[in-house]
């Protein structure tokens, strides 16, 4: 891909049309995707996405960073950390329950 193509093509051009909650997984070391795409597109999403904020400024989207992974989530704790937001995400987003996030990363749960 040139240059212009990547340009071109760049989901920040599209996050306004996104009215579905996203979750953005990202690793420091992930050398297909630069990290800082991921982070572009978790602040466009705060930013401008179709879905608004919450009287309280919450988002429904998130963003899990791993600082020690690259494109796959390969040790082991970070697996399960994984799987338990992917859960916790789909749960709040398509069953409409209440999700667990896990313990390890301090954020508690929403009533």
């Known amino acids: 891909m040139t240059p212009a193509m990547t340009a071109d093509n760049s989901p920040h051009h599209f996050v ?29 999403l705060l930013a401008s996405s179709a879905l608004p904020a919450g009287a309280d400024g919450s988002s429904p989207h998130r963003f899990l960073h791993f600082p020690t992974e690259d494109h796959w989530v390969i040790a ?33 749960s929403r009533p």
Do not use: C
């Open 16 to 44: 306004a049309n996104i009215s579905t909650p996203m979750l953005v997984i990202h690793g420091d070391r992930d050398y297909r995707v630069p990290v800082g795409e991921g982070l572009r597109l978790w602040y466009e």
């Open 76 to 108: 082991p704790q970070h697996t399960k950390i994984w799987y338990e937001v992917v859960i916790a995400f789909l749960t709040e987003h398509v069953l409409g329950e209440r999700g667990e996030w896990p313990e390890a990363l301090g954020v508690p």
